[in-house]
T-cell receptor, first 113, second 115 residues
């Protein structure tokens, strides 16, 4: 059973468009992370959100953690071909110890020039 | 920053043979290592958690005898795919918790192809 529902699974857009990826769960996470992965490489961390309601910005990327810490979103403004890749959300449970990460299904983003 | 070195990056083996994948933590000690499997264009699926000095904990549905995990030291965890079959072909990634900005450091992955 996938505890983190990530949507959409595929996204194909034109350069300059905006997009939002969602991660939803019925469970509470102590933190939620967003990764981007290129083919044949390991995931690269984009951001970690910890506090309910938290919003973090990374250039054209905006990340939000839900108030109840059960959901998160990634919004990309004015997408560029370089944003193409697999985006993964991952939730962690537990306090100070780093337990297992639960990954969403992933979103394959393709940005066409 | 913390680095987990994973080797090999790519391996091709014949059906029936065994393949060992190594993950080493550089400049830090990893008492725990997570092993993931990833199919093309899919997300990471946790296979098992290795613990230094004790038996690994496998996720439901993962064959312990097929995927042998050893965590012999504080800096090395290995995954051995035994009697490999074409369906074992996949991308395998390790991750050590407790380091870096996210608290998790990922290896660069191993592409296993069984022919």
């Amino acid at each position: 059973t996938q505890l983190l529902e990530q949507s959409p699974q595929f996204l194909s857009i034109q350069e300059g468009e905006n997009l939002t990826v969602y991660c939803n769960s019925s469970s509470v996470f102590s933190s939620l992370q967003w990764y981007r992965q290129e083919p044949g490489e390991g995931p690269v961390l984009l951001v970690t959100v910890v506090t309910g309601g938290e919003v973090k910005k990374l250039k054209r990327l905006t990340f939000q953690f839900g108030d109840a810490r059960k959901d998160s979103s990634l919004h990309i403004t004015a997408a560029q071909p370089g944003d193409t890749g697999l985006y993964l959300c991952a939730g962690a449970r537990g306090g100070t110890s780093y337990g297992k990460l639960t990954f969403g299904q992933g979103t394959i983003l393709t940005v066409h020039p | 920053g913390a680095v987990v070195s994973q080797h090999p990056s790519r391996v091709i083996c014949k059906s029936g043979t065994s393949v060992k994948i190594e993950c080493r933590s550089l400049d830090f000690q990893a008492t725990t290592m997570f092993w993931y499997r990833q199919f093309p264009k899919k997300s990471l699926m946790l296979m098992a958690t290795s613990n230094e000095g004790s038996k690994a904990t496998y996720e439901q549905g993962v064959e312990k005898d097929k995927f042998l995990i050893n965590h012999a030291s504080l800096t090395l965890s290995t995954l051995t795919v035994t009697s490999a079959h074409p369906e074992d072909s996949s991308f395998y990634i390790c991750s050590a918790p407790g380091q870096g900005e996210s608290g998790y450091t990922f290896g660069s992955g191993t592409r296993l192809t069984v022919v």
